[in-house]
């Protein structure tokens, strides 16, 4: 209990002063993923990930990002796309959704410069891997197009929008 209390209040500093918790994650266990700052610093140690620690982290990041915990989801998704590079490199299918998780994380914080760039690395990644007419690229193509329209930027959205809407049809 006073352990927790002291943990807690570690955190709290740290939050305070936007000061970032070095997650490290090994074979000997973890540091929790807990969000001080609005950036963070990972450490992966393990010398493998599974495909179900990868499909873990992919569904802390959904569960954070749907609880609208946004800074806690980008921690996830940076830890996320660090191991699925080392694991898969960078033209893999995972690595495109890694990068699309990163674009969805920025895209909800409004940082639509990071989003773009994500979500057009993850459009590159996925056409060439699954095709140009696949629901995983009208996915990206969707999720891009909204970074547009929240920027103004509505001649570029509405082609991508168009698209999408194609290859669902």
Same mark, same amino acid.
């Given at each position: 209990?006073?352990? /927790?209390?002291? /943990? &807690?209040?570690?955190? %709290?500093?740290?939050? %305070? ?8 994650? +090994? ?7 807990? *969000? ?8 992966? &140690? ?7 620690? $990868?499909? +873990? ?8 990002? %749907?609880? %609208?915990?946004?800074? !806690? *989801? $980008? @921690?996830?998704?940076?830890? #996320? ?10 033209? +893999? ?14 895209? /909800? ?6 989003? !773009? ?5 993850? #459009?590159?990644?996925?056409? /060439? ?7 995983? @690229?009208? =996915?990206?193509?969707?999720? #891009?197009? $909204? =970074? ?8 570029? *959205?509405?082609? $991508?929008?168009?698209?999408? @809407? *194609?290859?669902?049809?």
């Amino acid at each position: 209990r006073r352990r /927790q209390r002291t /943990q &807690r209040m570690r955190i %709290g500093l740290l939050r %305070g002063r936007n000061v970032a918790l070095c997650i490290v994650d +090994h074979d000997d266990g973890a540091t929790p993923a807990v *969000a001080t700052a609005d950036w963070g610093y990972f450490r992966l &140690r393990a010398v493998e990930y599974s495909p179900e620690a $990868l499909a +873990h982290w992919a569904g802390t990041i959904r569960e954070l990002f %749907g609880a %609208g915990k946004y800074a !806690e *989801a $980008l @921690v996830e998704a940076r830890e #996320l796309e660090a191991a699925v590079k080392a694991q898969f490199g960078t033209n +893999h299918a995972g690595y495109a959704t890694a990068l699309h998780n990163l674009g969805n994380v920025h895209r /909800q914080r409004g940082s639509y410069v990071e989003a !773009e760039g994500f979500y057009k690395r993850a #459009l590159a990644i996925r056409e /060439q891997g699954v095709g140009p007419e696949h629901t995983d @690229v009208a =996915v990206t193509l969707v999720n #891009l197009s $909204l =970074v547009y329209r929240s920027q103004g930027r509505f001649t570029e *959205a509405e082609p $991508l929008m168009r698209r999408a @809407v *194609a290859i669902y049809a």
